[in-house]
């Protein structure tokens, strides 16, 4: 039972054009979504997270936004850099729970 | 940031022998740590959940003799794949999570080529 979802396996995106990575979940008592970043045969790295208390968190060219009544959050980019392409995966959490769930990943690939 | 170190990056191993991988908290006590195995462009595949001190716990359809799981101490929790054969050929990776931080931060992952 996947409970985050990334429908978007892939994305291709101009540079300097805005990224959109979309993602949704099912479980409404999640309260903590995180975007991480992975290249191909390293590690995640965290990206940005916002709490449900918020709609929007902003950290330089990244921004999440929040929709709890559509249980959606996007990652936007902008403007893109080559140095952007890779994988992103988000994820949530709820409380001070050790449990984390990711969805599959979205492959950003920002072209020159 | 938190830094989560994980060694070896890379090991090659004959079938039936065994293998250790080792995640380290640097800088924080991982007062829980996680193991994932991620397949290409798929995503990543929680195989356990360690607290210090006590058992892991599997998910569904990770065989806990074959992955056995060791967090003895808040900083370090290792993983030992136990006569590895090559459909264990994988990318595992750990991250660490500290007491009343959100946040998991994830070691750089280990490749593991079984012949």
């Known amino acids: 039972d996947q409970q985050v979802k990334q429908n978007s396996p892939s994305l291709s995106v101009q540079e300097g054009r805005i990224s959109i990575l979309n993602c949704d979940y099912t479980?409404?008592?999640?309260?903590?979504f995180l975007w991480y970043k992975k290249y191909p045969a390293e590690g995640p790295t965290f990206l940005i997270s916002?709490?449900?208390?918020?709609d929007k968190n902003e950290d330089g060219r990244f921004t999440v936004f929040l929709n709890k009544s559509a249980k959606h959050l996007s990652l936007h980019i902008v403007p893109s850099q080559p140095g952007d392409s890779a994988v992103y995966f988000c994820?949530?959490?709820?409380?001070?729970?050790?449990?984390?769930?990711f969805g599959t990943g979205t492959s950003l690939t920002v072209i020159p | 940031g938190a830094v989560v170190s994980q060694h070896p990056s890379w090991v090659i191993c004959k079938s039936g022998t065994s293998v250790k991988i080792e995640c380290r908290s640097l800088?924080?006590?991982?007062?829980?740590m996680f193991w994932y195995r991620q397949f290409p462009k798929q995503s990543l595949m929680l195989m356990a959940t360690?607290?210090?001190?006590?058992?892991?716990?599997?998910e569904q359809g990770v065989e806990k003799d074959k992955f056995l799981i060791n967090h003895a101490s808040l900083t370090l929790s290792t993983l030992t794949v136990t006569s590895a054969h090559p459909e264990d050929s994988s990318f595992y990776i750990c991250?660490?999570?500290?007491?009343?931080?959100?946040?998991?931060?994830f070691g750089s992952g280990t490749q593991l080529s079984v012949l």
């Open positions: 916002i709490s449900s208390i918020k």
């Open positions: 994820a949530a959490s709820r409380g001070s729970g050790n449990q984390f769930y």
């Open positions: 800088d924080f006590q991982a007062t829980t």
């Open positions: 360690s607290n210090e001190g006590s058992k892991a716990t599997y």
């Open positions: 479980n409404s008592m999640f309260d903590y």
């Open positions: 991250s660490a999570k500290g007491q009343g931080v959100e946040k998991l931060f």
